[in-house]
């Protein structure tokens, strides 16, 4: 099945540690983007990429890295620099122009 | 002002009852709309996408404006499964990336 994998589903952090959270899509989408959601909030875009080796800063890229060596791979780095990591993150891809967003089942981060 | 406004709600319904969503946009030149659901601690998922015609997909119908820049969602004969927050959502150009408002809650009650 064609889809979008968000792994793992739940993920805990120790302070100072960098953690790697996971998102693959077989959709063949160029563009993949990342969100934070906090609790009855909305979603934050973090980072994007429109295409392979590429990604740009979205609202709050602080505290976080990216990488897109591979159009199927969009990995996210919650790095120790970001204070306040427990959240839920959605990774989402997008083919044509102009279409919807697909999304990933989430990962849910917490610190111990 | 915020890119995308909806009222945040909630909004509690009985079963069967009609309710409208409405939502705002400030940048004028968007191209694309899309109602989304979102379940309690899950992944939004597409409602459907907004057409400048309108559109309707069985109990769902979309509106858009443009010229007030406004785009609305009708839900009829509500069930308890459409119990959910529903995000309006705009697109500006090619791949960049969607606008989300922040939601209304609906909750259908029996």
């Known amino acids: 099945d064609g889809g979008i994998t968000q792994s793992p589903k739940y993920l805990f952090r120790k302070e100072g540690q960098n953690v790697t959270l996971s998102c693959e899509q077989n959709l063949n989408h160029d563009a993949m983007y990342w969100y934070r959601q906090d609790p009855g909030q909305g979603l934050r875009l973090i980072y994007y990429?429109?295409?392979?080796?590429?990604?740009q800063k979205g609202d709050i890229a602080e505290g976080y890295s990216v990488s897109r060596e591979k159009k199927e791979s969009f990995p996210l780095t919650v790095t120790s620099a970001q204070k306040n990591p427990t959240a839920f993150y959605l990774c989402a891809s997008k083919g044509q122009v102009n279409q919807p967003q697909h999304f990933g089942d989430g990962t849910r981060l917490s610190i111990l | 002002r915020k890119e995308v406004e909806q009222d945040p709600g909630p909004f509690n319904v009985p079963e069967g009852a009609t309710v409208a969503f409405n939502c705002t946009y400030s940048?004028?030149?968007?191209?694309?709309f899309f109602w989304y659901r979102q379940d309690c601690r899950k992944e939004p998922k597409l409602l459907m996408s907004v057409y400048s015609s309108g559109n309707e997909d069985g109990r769902f119908t979309a509106q858009l404006n443009r010229a007030s820049q406004y785009i609305s969602l009708l839900i009829r004969d509500s069930k308890l499964s459409d119990s959910a927050t529903y995000l309006c959502?705009?697109?500006?150009?090619?791949?960049?990336?969607?606008?989300f408002g922040k939601g209304t809650r609906l909750s259908v009650i029996a």
């Open positions: 940048n004028s030149a968007s191209q694309s």
């Open positions: 990429s429109q295409i392979v080796n590429d990604f």
């Open positions: 959502v705009v697109s500006h150009s090619g791949n960049t990336p969607l606008v």
